[in-house]
């Protein structure tokens, strides 16, 4: 092979992925792990070039750290401020950390924001768990003549959604006018 089409080869590849890279992050803010793997995906279904997968994850892991060197990319900031939206959502503290751990966020950054809300907020839970019944018309939001009928509807509405069994049962006995 000719040493000097592998370079220009190797120049475009690099130039689309850094592209595609900037176009993802104009609509999108996502994580290092979801851009590496937006980038990854791009490249075996569009660019389909003949690099093997460690060649071109090496080249995405490049250009991945010169954005964050930049500071275009930040899972610090972006763990806070997904943590905020999802807490303002009604998600619980357990489905948050989950959440942000499939996003691919390293449990550091997820235990700071989790920290934040927790010195900011009075029983984050508890808030959230009212938003939820809030939001789905469950709990003490329910017509009075129904609520024990979906009791345990309710109950497991609340469990997936992330709440211990204790929290549950305290909102679900709460009174509509509280």
Do not use: H, W
């Amino acid at each position: 092979m000719n040493p000097i089409v592998n370079k220009s080869d190797f120049e475009d590849l690099t130039t689309n992925l850094k592209d595609l890279a900037y176009g993802y992050l104009e609509k999108y803010s996502p994580s290092k792990q979801q851009l590496k793997v937006f980038l990854l995906k791009k490249y075996l279904t569009k660019i389909k070039g003949t690099k093997s997968k460690k060649e071109v994850t090496e080249i995405i892991d490049k250009i991945i750290t010169n954005l964050e060197k930049n500071r275009i990319l930040n899972d610090e900031l972006y763990s806070d401020s997904k943590a905020r939206m999802f807490l303002r959502r009604g998600y619980s503290l357990n489905k948050i950390n989950q959440s942000l751990r499939n996003k691919g966020i390293e449990s550091k950054y997820i235990k700071q924001s989790i920290d934040k809300i927790k010195e900011n907020e009075i029983e984050p839970d508890f808030v959230s768990a009212l938003k939820l019944c809030k939001r789905r018309r469950i709990g003490p939001l329910r017509p009075e003549a129904n609520r024990e009928l979906f009791y345990k509807k309710d109950m497991g509405i609340l469990a997936r959604g992330g709440f211990n069994f204790e929290l549950s049962k305290r909102v679900l006995d709460l009174d509509a006018a509280e």
